[in-house]
Every structure is written in structure tokens, then in C-alpha cells.
């Protein structure tokens, strides 16, 4: 440990010194007692004290005699307690006797010796009033009854007595001194015994950096002695100083602050320092306390991780990369086989048996259902890759949504769904990338559809609030428990029963969320299982509200689908 000289022993932990001088000064009291009781019952067996000058010295063994109960119980208020008692007889005393004008002037005094006694400012400032209020008494008694009779060497006894014990009190008072003394060095001994076993190192330290004290066990490469003669600043890697000096100035502040360095002596070495502004008697100049630890393990396991990060997120754009080439040079093949499977299915060259229709048909469907999932599949990679670029355009969204509605007319018909829309009647200007909001509607109709039973209604409805384009698409399909809907939105994520999943692949509700906070909007479902699903699409490619006629905007259903 290496202390400065200018920092102040601790204090004990009840923050005043231990109580050990109860026995010699119960004895100081009990000696007193002694003596005035001596002194009343001597001058009245010699019969030089009597009336009110002896009942004067009574009063004065009173608060001797009640000092023997610091043997019991001793502190703070006791002893004030006892002052107060002492400044009371004497008043009494003065009262009787005269004051320092009467035979026992001597004890006017007492109050002040007791205070002494006693130890400690406040002590002596009540023994101090004390001695005032006896005096005030005393003049008071001697104006009103005049001067009281005067005892035979009375005044020069008490005064002896009164000497006496102030030089007994002043005995007390210093080695109460030096016992305090001894005890601040003895517990400042136990804190820097303690300081210095600590783990880490705990430094003080000037605004400027320089090193005022060193407690503890010092981190690896940061030697102690260099900090004291060359300042902490100087001991930190050249690149990491400034990241230092911000934060010291962070402390001085008064905010937490931190630093982490490598030092000048061992640079493959990390050093944690936590700062804090350490306000002192001084505050124009306030001080940091500052720890330091070995931070070299954390520090590699950091690196680790953000070595793994780097790693992981170049794996994950490999694969999009992969699948997004994969995608690419297999939809070429697929659309062969589409074309020549849909010239057979149209018997352009001559009829065919009807098994291999059947085959051709198959064959179509299946072809169908894979350009969808690989479609899919490339948009989901070039987003995650970032490498999907928005091509912007100004169209009208009901002529998007309604092309949307008409692809997935058929599927709904086959399934015996009902499809309807309800559109503006006022076209909806949007300056957005087509291709996208045209997915978005596709996609979300194709949900509806897929899973609401037949009798079922699906509605897609599409309306400008202020600059927000507003599509919503909702169903009385079979519902998502709401465990599941926090899950959709994420590529490859389903919902329901087995059944239900093997009806899609998870990738379309997260192209639409993808797709809508690429125009900077937001997707957000609402469900009952059981009994529906709306899906609400919102994104702010408005160009203009419309100018609503008296009543609101007028907005028609238009069905669209057989039954609706």
C-alpha cells in the first residue's frame, strides 16, 4: 500500500470516539461527592456552616453522586444530561449563598470544570452557560437579599476544591485526547490493512491524472511506482489515451464513467478503470477515485464474440447469396417446363391419352407451386442479403389490389370462399415500388384464401389516411392462437395444425413485413382462433389525402367472386 500524507485517518465506525474513560471519570465524580460531603458535615460539626450556605454545599454532592451512573449507561446524552445537572445545582448553590459574591464562589465555576471532564466541544460549551446562569443567580439572589454572611476561609476552601478538580477534568480531557488519538490510528491501520488486500487496485487521482495514492494489488503490466512519478496518463497505449482523458472528464463531472486500456508496457494486456468524482473539503478542485482491474479475459472473450458476429453474419450472407444464385439458375429450367407442360395441357400438337393428361396437369401444378416458393425465396434472400433495391413509382393502389384480387378469384371460387373488396371511389395516388405493394395484396389474399373454409368470406379493404397507405385483409378463416402470432412475420415460421402448415411454406406473411418496412411502414396481425384473422398493412407512400365530401369518403363494396 502506498497512502499519501494528505489523506485523513477514517473515523471509528460509531463516527466518535469509544467511550473508555466511564470508570476514572464516575471516580472524578465520586471524588467530588466525597469532598462536598466532607465540607458540609465538617463545618457543621465545627459550626462555621449552617443555614442556606449549607444547603448550598448539599446541592453541590447532588450531580456528584448522579455521575456514578455512567458506570451503567455512557454516551452523548448522557453526559449533557449530566452537565445540565451540574450548571442546575450550581445555580442553586449561587442562589443560596450569593454567587461570587457569597462564601462558595468557587463552585459558580463547576459547570465549565464538569464540561471538560466530560470531553468534547458541546460538553464544555453547556459548562459554559452553566457557569453564566450561576453567576446571573447569584447577583440576582445577592440584589434581593443582600450580601450573605461571610464564613470564616469558606471562599478559599471551595476555590481549592474548584481547582483541584478542573486540573482532575483537564487530566481526563487529554487522555481522552490521546485515547481517541490511538484509536483513529489504530482503526486508519485496520482500513489500510483492509485497502490493501482488496483484489483490484483503487487509485487517487488528480484531474490531470497524476497519482495521489495506490491501495491494493496492481493489475498485471500497470506497475504502481511509474504511476506516482510519471501519472497514470502516461502508463496508457498512445491510441487509448484519449478514450482516458474522456473519461476522466466524464467523472469530474459527476456521471459514471469507465475506460478500458491497454498499457504502454504490455499492449496484448486489457486494463478496466471505473472512475468517480471524489468531493473533498476542496471543492474547486475535486478529486477521482478510480479501480482497476485485469480486464485481458474479458477482453479476448469479447473479441471472440465479435469475431463470431463477423463470421456469423458472413455465413448468413453466403447462404443468401447461395440461395439467391440457387433461385435464379433454377427458375430458368422451371419455366421450360411450365411452357412445354402448358403447350400439352392445350394439345397444341394433337390430342394425348388421357392418363398422360392427367400426368401434364400434375406436372403444371407442381411446376406452378415451385416458381412460387422459388419467387419467394429470391425476394426473402435479396432482403436479408440487402441487396433488394426499391424501384419507386406513382400509381394508383386500387388498380394493384384489384389485378391481386382477380389472380386469386379462381382459387377462391374452387374453394368455395367468398372474395370481396371495398375500394375508394376516388383513386388513391401512392409513390411506392409496384412490384411490391402488388405482393403485399397478393400475399395476403392467398393467406385469406388458403386458410378459410369453404362459405368462408375474405375482405380486402384499401384506404388513404392522411399519408399513410392503408390495406387490410381480413378473413373468418380458423384464426392464430396468439402464441403464434408472435412468431409469423419471420421467414419460414407457421402456425396451426399440421394440417394447416403443409399448406404453405411460412415465407409469405414475411415478405410482407419485410416488404413494408423497406417503404418504412409496419405489419401488424389481429386474430381470434376460431373465428378470423385481419391483417393490416400501413406504409407512409400516401401522395395526397383526399378531399372527403360532406359526411366522410365515400367507399364501395365490389365483389368480386361468384356468391359475393
Partial sequence: MTPSADIAAPETPTGRAPQGDRPALAAWHAGWAVAAALLALGGRWLGGIEGPVFYGVLAMIVPGVTGLSLLQRDGPRE???LVGLWGLATMVAAGLTGGLTGPLAGFVFLPLTAGLAMGGVRPVQAGA?????AALTGLFSAW???PPPSVLALAEISAVLTAGAAALAVRLSWRDRERRLVTAESEAAKVGWLLAAQ???????????RVVAAYGAPPPALPVDPLFEHGLVAAVHAPDRPRLLAAIERALQGLDASA????????????QLVLRRLDGPDRLSPRLIAQAFDGTSQYAHELGLETARVEAEAREAGKSRFLANMSHELRTPLNAVLGFSDIMRQRLFGPMPDRYAAYVDNIHEA???????????LDVSKIEAERYVLTVERFDARELVSAAIALVRVTAEEKGVFLTGVLPDEP????????AVKQIALNLLSNGVKFTPAGGTVTVTVEAIGPYLEIVVADTGVGIAPEDAQRLGRPFEQAGAIEQRQQGTGLGLSLVRAFAELHGGRMSIESTLGEGTAVTVRLPVAQAARTAPEGGAEIIPMPVAGGA
Fill in 79 to 81: 453526559r449533557m444530561t
Fill in 129 to 133: 452557560l452553566g457557569v453564566g446562569a
Fill in 144 to 146: 434581593l437579599a443582600g
Fill in 199 to 209: 483484489p483490484g487496485l483503487t487509485l487517487v487521482l488528480e484531474r490531470s491524472g
Fill in 260 to 271: 478500458t486500456f491497454a498499457p504502454r508496457v504490455a499492449l496484448d494486456r486489457r486494463v
Fill in 367 to 377: 411446376g406452378g407451386h415451385l416458381l412460387e416458393l422459388i419467387n419467394d425465396v
Fill in 428 to 435: 388513391v395516388e401512392v409513390s411506392a415500388d409496384k412490384r
